[in-house]
């Protein structure tokens, strides 16, 4: 039986996992993970106990790897939070017709001007769309998610629950390449102040001290929140948005604060597999939403 030598894109695979990083196959010349969703999973292999997401799946087992890579010239994925990595995305701008459109690389020093610190000097993966990616490994202390946006526009984070593209992969002809030097940093003291979030699940909830909930207010929360938890791919989002309404009319009334209703329901959307963005962002236009129609019908102040 001749011998082949084996692929480049099951070279990149196995150099990263090599370094400790979890990978998973990608579509052929595509960002898309290659494994089945929720809605088609037969609960068999992997999955024999319950589905198992891409990050779940996301191995370092060489022996895994060539088999899945011998099926197909999948791309490769880097699940960046079992990784222990904190990879910034620069991003260009999509509408090609604004040239003076600054891109993420501009924003991003822009940033680190305005902070007084230079721009950091990382493992550095130039993108198939000209953008880059800055490889750092996580704080140990702090468990960061996924952020679009917060550090400055066409600047992204991604980390628990997100994935990067590995180098040798290629999407539209165009193959993703370290550039310069690859040595790998941790990430700036300055960089995970900024990306530690004021976030409902940081913070402490605040009720009122002595305040007993009515019961039927608890039982919505519990139900709400586990409804959140158990949404099928497809639903989450959707799901969340519903309940954050629902709960609403009691942050209106006085009847549960704030932080009681968003720091649950946040919990329950990343478990369920939404990242803390879109948690976020559910949750904020939901409640302001809802508080909004409410404080009408109970008479309470704006």
Aim: aromatic share 4%; hydrophobic share 40%.
């Amino acid at each position: 039986m001749p011998h082949h030598p084996p692929s480049a894109l099951l070279c990149a695979a196995l150099a990263a996992a090599a370094r400790g990083w979890h990978v998973f196959p990608l579509r052929p010349g595509t960002k898309r993970p290659a494994l089945h969703g929720e809605t088609a999973c037969l609960r068999t292999g992997p999955c024999a106990g319950g589905h198992r997401k891409w990050e779940a799946r996301a191995t370092t087992d060489p022996d895994r790897i060539r088999a899945a890579w011998s099926r197909a010239p999948f791309n490769v994925g880097i699940a960046t939070g079992p990784s222990g990595l904190l990879v910034v995305d620069l991003d260009v701008p999509k509408d090609k017709s604004s040239t003076d459109a600054p891109c993420g690389a501009a924003t991003f020093k822009a940033l680190c001007e305005r902070t007084g610190q230079a721009v950091p000097r990382t493992r550095t993966v130039r993108t198939a769309s000209g953008g880059q990616h800055l490889y750092f490994t996580a704080p140990a202390a702090v468990r960061l998610h996924n952020t679009a946006g917060t550090l400055a526009p066409l600047v992204d984070t991604r980390a628990w629950g997100g994935y990067v593209v590995a180098a040798g992969s290629t999407i539209d002809g165009v193959r993703y390449e370290v550039q310069g030097p690859a040595l790998l940093r941790p990430l700036p003291d300055w960089l995970k102040r900024a990306l530690v979030p004021p976030h409902p699940v940081n913070r402490p909830a605040t009720a009122p001290v002595g305040r007993v909930h009515r019961p039927y207010v608890d039982a919505a929360l519990a139900r709400e929140t586990a409804a959140v938890t158990a949404a099928p791919e497809g639903r989450r989002n959707a799901t969340l948005l519903r309940a954050a309404r629902a709960l609403g009319r009691f942050v209106a009334s006085g009847d549960l604060t704030r932080d009681e209703v968003e720091m649950p329901l946040q919990r329950a959307g990343e478990s369920a597999g939404l990242s803390a963005t879109e948690c976020r962002t559910t949750l904020r236009s939901a409640l302001e939403w809802s508080i909004t129609h409410n404080q009408t019908r109970t008479g309470v102040a704006a």
